[in-house]
């Protein structure tokens, strides 16, 4: 590798710790700790399968074409995480900056990218498709997640980003074949 392309990623890397460092720095706030786990939390697999149920169940015909458009992004969010997660295996900051500590349990070893912004973005993209006054708090709702999951010290903002990106891709690309 050439040594600037090497020293600009280094540099990159050392703001991506910097950045995490300085955002897990918000733990020391008891009730905006709270706030985070919980919106970590409901942005588990759990809470957006329940979701996808609920509107096949209870959202008639436009719920039920949302529902099924839900899962197939799902089963492509899901495939892809799970390949760039083995395939890069980024440690979590937790393991590797002094300073920071995981706040709550993590689904598996590597950070990259985070699954949880991911699925809040491509989700919350195609929700507001389907039910545009939802638009703002599904928004709000993706940025907790990602602010969350960098301040309880389980992803780096970059994490976060590539998460974000895929998100918006994967949702994008499914609302187009609706």
Not at 69 to 90: D, S
Not at 122 to 134: E, N, Q, R, S, T
Request: aromatic fraction near 8%; glycine fraction near 10%.
């Amino acid at each position: 590798m050439p040594r600037w392309l090497d020293a600009s990623r280094l540099h990159g890397v050392e703001l991506d710790r910097r950045w995490a460092l300085a955002l897990h720095r918000g733990t020391a706030r008891p009730l905006l700790l709270r706030l985070l786990v919980v919106c970590s939390r409901l942005g588990d697999a759990g809470p957006w399968l329940a979701l996808g149920v609920a509107l096949a169940v209870f959202g008639g015909p436009t719920g039920r074409h949302c529902s099924l458009l839900f899962a197939e992004l799902g089963l492509a969010n899901l495939a892809i995480y799970w390949v760039l997660k083995r395939g890069t295996r980024r440690s979590r900051p937790f393991d590797q900056c002094p300073g920071i500590r995981a706040c709550c349990t993590v689904p598996d070893r590597f950070s990259f990218p985070s699954g949880h912004t991911l699925h809040a973005v491509a989700f919350g993209l195609l929700l507001a498709a389907f039910y545009p006054a939802w638009a703002p708090l599904l928004a709000a709702f993706a940025l907790l997640v990602a602010l969350a999951r960098i301040v309880l010290g389980l992803h780096y903002p970059s994490d976060v980003a590539a998460g974000a990106a895929l998100g918006a891709i994967t949702g994008t690309l499914v609302l187009l074949t609706r």
